[in-house]
């Protein structure tokens, strides 16, 4: 599970994506931004499924991200 910012220096976040997606398309990951209306968010949406968490967040947030995709992802026995 991968947490992707999508402000970052020299590359963003949404060219990493699509880099990873080619990689590992089934690699599960959460987009962290304050911008969650932006044009950028929107590039990185073209790169398929993804959750989004909006800063500022808390420790709590990232817990809750995990143990829903944990929830999606793994069968009970």
Do not use: H, W
Not at 37 to 44: R, T
């Amino acid at each position: 599970m991968l947490f992707l910012d999508l402000k970052m220096p020299e590359m963003d976040g949404a060219e990493l994506l699509k880099q990873i997606r080619t990689i590992k398309p089934e690699m599960p990951v959460t987009v962290v931004t304050g911008y969650p209306e932006s044009d950028l968010m929107m590039k990185a949406l073209n790169y398929g499924p993804l959750g989004v968490m909006k800063k500022p967040f808390k420790s709590s947030d990232v817990l809750t991200s995990v143990r829903n995709y944990l929830r999606v992802s793994v069968p009970y026995k």
